[in-house]
């Protein structure tokens, strides 16, 4: 497990599997990490990055500071704004994380996704902000219906792109992020000619062991 402040022991450790995972908003990447470790235990082969989200003001939670990737001003699929300056900023920084990871030459596949918010901004910065990685995950949330992600991959697919899949992972009783959107997204992708791939778990915003062992 690492937080990203250091990679200096990641080069010795020689992994397969590199799995770059954003927090949520409603936790730190430290909280996070002891959530996951109550759950499951990575593999041998496999290094978990925890990145933590700067604190910033965030207006669903009234403009209080959290500690979250980028601003979200409604919970709602038919909402069109999308924070693309706090997004884009943080694409940056994990392009720069993940240049260094790939200069380390260790490892034979990353992946970079998430839960909740971190899923959202990974997907961003994988398909519209075009950091490569071999998969990126999402868990437990969404896109809104007209978002810049879906014209993205539409358009570097018409191009003749080869985009990383997509792993789509959900509760079915998820009572903040229905899993009818994340369906919605599915579709989307998966009309746009994506590899993506939607598997439903018996639990609400949530995640268990075994989704965790079915997305590693």
């Known amino acids: 497990w690492h937080q990203n402040s250091s990679l200096k022991d990641l080069g010795c450790l020689d992994p397969p599997n590199v799995v770059i995972y954003l927090h949520g908003s409603r936790i730190t990447a430290f909280g996070m990490e002891k959530w996951m470790k109550k759950l499951w235990s990575p593999p041998e082969d496999f290094v978990l990055i925890l990145p933590s989200a700067p604190m910033r003001n965030y207006t ?12 979200r001003i409604a919970l709602d699929p038919n909402h069109h704004h999308e924070d693309l300056n706090g997004i884009d900023e943080i694409s940056e920084e994990l392009a720069k994380l993940v240049g260094d990871i790939r200069r380390l030459d260790c490892c034979d596949n990353l992946s970079m996704g998430g839960f909740s918010m971190g899923a959202h901004q990974a997907m961003h910065a994988v398909y519209r902000n075009r950091i490569s990685v071999n998969k990126c995950f999402n868990m437990s949330t969404y896109l ?47 009309n746009s000619g994506l590899e993506c ?18 997305l590693f």
């Not at 669903?60 to 601003?71: A, E, I, N, T, Y």
């Not at 791939?197 to 079915?214: A, I």
């Open 197 to 214: 791939y939607l598997e439903t778990w018996n639990h609400k915003h949530d995640m268990s062991k075994e989704q965790l062992d079915s």
């Open 60 to 71: 669903l939670s009234k403009g209080r500071s959290r500690s979250v990737w980028h601003d």
């Open 144 to 190: 809104i219906r007209t978002s810049s992600v879906f014209s993205a991959v539409e358009h570097r697919i018409q191009s003749g792109e080869i985009l990383p899949p997509l792993h789509i992972s959900h509760g079915t009783q998820d009572d903040i992020t229905p899993l009818s959107w994340a369906e919605d997204a599915y579709k989307t992708f998966h």
